[in-house]
């Protein structure tokens, strides 16, 4: 099977509350044929040399995810492309190594990597609770979050095969 040029790569993990948000967001988008046709969906509860597999061969990915800047509110969307913030601590532990280093270290070992790594995360409430419930501000998030996803796969979709949303 061959990857598509496009990923959309949910962070996370499904039993810590607000770090739900990404296997929130691989769900919901796993019933939209349209966007799955022009992008790879998938959830992924890893990080740091994890990623340069995932990465390997893509174009372009869109990393879903929760942070904590302790300047927005709660519920807060964020869109940045990768290297501007380190989100979340998926995304580097001390252990492991951080978003950019491993996209770096994935060049210097000649892989293909992504040439556009692109963010869109949530301020986290509750990184620490055992639930499967997201709180009420990130939940009422995935609307936005999942439009800002549309639009990014409709700016980025291979020409001979626009996303029929792109407007």
Not at 33 to 62: S, T, Y
Not at 67 to 91: C, D, N, Y
Not at 141 to 161: K, M, Q, S, T, Y
């Amino acid at each position: 099977m061959t990857n598509k040029p496009l990923l959309i790569l949910c962070l996370g993990n499904e039993i810590v509350s607000d770090d739900a948000f990404g296997p929130a967001v691989s769900r919901a988008l796993r019933d939209e044929p349209d966007l799955n046709r022009h992008a790879d969906i998938l959830f992924a509860p890893v990080a740091g040399f994890h990623l340069l597999d995932l990465f390997q061969g893509r174009d372009k990915i869109l990393i879903v995810d929760t942070i904590v800047t302790g300047t927005a509110a709660a519920g807060t969307l964020h869109s940045f492309p990768a290297g501007v913030l380190t989100p979340s601590k998926h995304l580097t532990t001390s252990h492991q190594i951080s978003l950019p280093t491993a996209l770096e270290l994935g060049k210097r070992l000649g892989l293909k990597m992504p040439e556009v790594v692109d963010v869109v995360a949530v301020e986290a409430q509750d990184l620490e609770t055992l639930s499967e419930e997201l709180t009420q501000p990130v939940r009422d998030a995935l609307d936005g979050a999942l439009a800002r996803i549309r639009a990014w796969v409709a700016e980025n979709a291979v020409e001979d095969v626009q996303y029929a949303g792109k407007q």
